[in-house]
């Protein structure tokens, strides 16, 4: 069976740092598309990096988070991570990872992700 656990969120003061793990199970990780993406309330659910199953340098961020966010994979640990330096409150969202079976490169659109986790509270607060 298919499945994506995040962990990791919580609550940090503005200027702190988190770090999100996606564990799969039932599937191989380093194969696929992996995408984080978020969604606070009242808003779209939004993409905020990626990462390539062709090559771990290939990435992408939102312009929202470049130069803060780093997504990366543990292929031994059959994990993808999202470290987030320098929070902001507007980071304040459910963090979800997924991935993408069938394109060629990442993309920051939810349409092309088939399975999805259930989802990690981030909230930036003080």
């Known amino acids: 069976q298919v499945q994506l656990v995040e962990s990791g969120g919580g609550l940090v003061q503005p200027g702190g740092s988190l770090r999100l793990a996606c564990q799969a199970s039932?599937?191989?990780?380093?194969?696929?598309?992996i995408g984080w993406f978020r969604q606070a309330p009242g808003k779209e659910r939004e993409g905020t990096s990626c990462i390539s199953s062709v090559n771990d340098d290939d990435t992408d961020y939102a312009d929202s988070v470049k130069g803060r966010f780093t997504i990366s994979r543990d292929t031994a640990k059959n994990t993808v991570y999202l470290q987030m330096h320098n929070l902001k409150p507007e980071d304040t969202a459910v963090y979800y990872c997924a991935t993408d079976t069938l394109s060629t490169g990442c993309h920051l659109t939810p349409d092309p992700y088939d399975y999805w986790g259930q989802g990690a509270q981030v909230t930036v607060s003080s």
């Open positions: 039932g599937f191989t990780l380093e194969y696929y598309n």
